[in-house]
């Protein structure tokens, strides 16, 4: 039974954090890679801690995951090797009967701020999907999601489509505007994914010049 049962809190919005993928072009699972004491999903659940509850992480069947909060509920991916839609659509339906809405985050985008994540939850929308679009393509994660969408995700998963793109052309989708987007994240950074092992690098490097520029 998810121990947030036993909180008495009036839930708004719930957190859900995808991180079953097979990460096969970093080699090792990216839940455990690290930035400095934290692992990359501790530190995206205590960014979404900020302003999301219930928080659920979906994880494939099998996965080992770092040490987590008590209050974080763990669910496994609906069906296997189907992509990230067999995990939302497993996260969507433990947070459903609590909120009618959530954030949708990956773990392997460890920069995704709280500033950002609060601008999608202060905007008002009854679309299926409130997401940022960079210029180029739209990003469903992160993203303010509808629970109201598990219907078209069973479809989807029942007819063998599992790209979240093909998802996304079933919905109905608002899009944040960029320019507001960017006096919270001037360089999207919140939308920086980590794949490969020179990818970690670069945002290890980025991080220690950001930091020497602070000082």
């Keep these: 039974m998810p121990q947030f049962l036993n909180d008495n809190a009036n839930f708004i919005f719930g957190g859900l954090v995808l991180c079953g993928g097979q990460s096969r072009r970093m080699g090792g699972d990216k839940a455990w890679l690290s930035i400095g004491e934290e692992t990359f999903l501790q530190r995206v659940i205590r960014t979404l801690s900020g302003c999301a509850k219930p928080i659920v992480v979906a994880a494939a069947v099998g996965q080992t995951l770092p040490p987590l909060p008590p ?11 189907c992509g990230p839609l067999a995990g939302l659509e497993a996260g ?12 949708v985050i990956t773990c392997d985008a460890p920069l995704v701020s709280v500033e950002l994540l609060r601008m999608l939850v202060a905007v008002k929308t009854n679309a299926d999907l409130l997401v940022i679009n960079d210029g180029t393509r739209t990003h469903p994660f992160p993203g303010n999601w509808s629970i109201g969408v598990l219907p078209k995700i069973a479809a989807a998963l029942i007819s063998d489509q599992f790209k979240v793109g093909a998802l996304l052309k079933r919905l109905n989708i608002q899009e944040l505007a960029l320019d507001d987007v960017r006096t919270i994240d001037p360089e999207l950074q919140s939308l920086r994914n980590v794949n490969t092992p020179d990818d970690y690098q670069a945002l290890l490097r980025f991080l220690a010049e950001r930091a020497s520029t602070e000082r």
């Design 92 to 103: 969507l339906q433990t947070l459903s009967p609590f909120v009618s809405r959530a954030l």
């Design 71 to 81: 209050e974080v509920q763990i669910v496994r991916d609906s069906a296997a090797n």
